[in-house]
């Protein structure tokens, strides 16, 4: 079983940055396709990065590509999500996701899912 919890939300003016973490027990993170996947209220899961396991490769939205990074920290068995020049319409809660099966955008791909961190950016 795996078990995700994430930190480093808040408020933030348009145009910071933000750094997430993702910490994760239960398996290395390296060995994890790992996601970022946000929501607003009364709108589905959107999907932000993803880091897939044994490798480098990521994944990253249109809507945060040039301005956000992800990266995995494998001394901290955690994964971290950099947004910078923040937007108004980045404001929502923020998961990290973890799976085995395939990295991809969609949620059902991953098995194994945080509490979610708000990440409020106000105008």
């Known amino acids: 079983q795996v078990a995700l919890v994430e930190s480093g939300g808040g408020l933030v003016q348009t145009g910071g940055s933000l750094m997430l973490s993702c910490a994760a027990s239960?398996?290395?993170?390296?060995?994890?396709?790992i996601a970022w996947f946000r929501q607003v209220p009364g709108k589905e899961r959107e999907f932000v990065a993803a880091l897939r396991r044994l490798s480098s490769v990521t994944l990253i939205a249109d809507s945060v590509k040039g301005r956000s990074t992800i990266f995995r920290d494998n001394s901290k068995n955690s994964v971290y999500l950099q947004v910078n020049r923040l937007r108004p319409e980045d404001t929502g809660v923020y998961f990290c996701?973890?799976?085995?099966?395939?990295?991809?955008?969609?949620?059902?791909?991953?098995?194994?899912w945080g509490q979610g961190t708000q990440v409020t950016v106000s105008s």
């Open positions: 239960g398996r290395t993170v390296s060995n994890l396709n």
């Open positions: 996701a973890a799976g085995t099966a395939t990295t991809g955008t969609m949620a059902p791909n991953y098995d194994y």
